[in-house]
Nanobody, 121 residues
Framework: QVQLVESGGGLVQAGGSLRLSCVAS????????MGWYRQGPGKERELVAD???????SYVDSVKGRFTISRDNAKNTVYLQMNSLKPEDTAVYYC???????????????WGQGTQVTVSS
């Protein structure tokens, strides 16, 4: 089985910073893209940032220049450095990994349990 465990959420004042981490563990043969999604109060889940195995990144417009996604392939870990946080960044942040947990087979999406980020004004 596969588990994705996030850490690093919390309460921060506007303008502050947080760093989220997500470790994938279990039976993993390969990980393609990894990413971070978020779901704010009354909003749909949205993709915040993702990163391919070759470290190609993409971001939603609202976080460009403030957030940085990175990954450590040796540790099956993805990070999200969040700077200049705004109240509208308040959400539950979910880690996602597109991975193969069998030697031969398709890539599936796996999700973490979510970590709360609250930005006060």
């Amino acid at each position: 089985q596969v588990q994705l465990v996030e850490s690093g959420g919390g309460l921060v004042q506007a303008g502050g910073s947080l760093r989220l981490s997500c470790v994938a563990s279990g039976t993993i043969f390969s990980i393609a893209a990894m990413g971070w999604y978020r779901q704010g109060p009354g909003k749909e889940r949205e993709l915040v940032a993702d990163i391919t195995k070759d470290f190609i990144t993409s971001y939603v417009d609202s976080v460009k220049g403030r957030f940085t996604i990175s990954r450590d392939n040796a540790k099956n870990t993805v990070y999200l450095q969040m700077n200049s946080l705004k109240p509208e960044d308040t959400a539950v942040y979910y880690c996602n990994a597109q991975l193969r947990n069998k030697l031969v087979g398709p890539v599936y999406d796996w999700w973490g349990q979510g970590t709360q980020v609250t930005v006060s004004s």
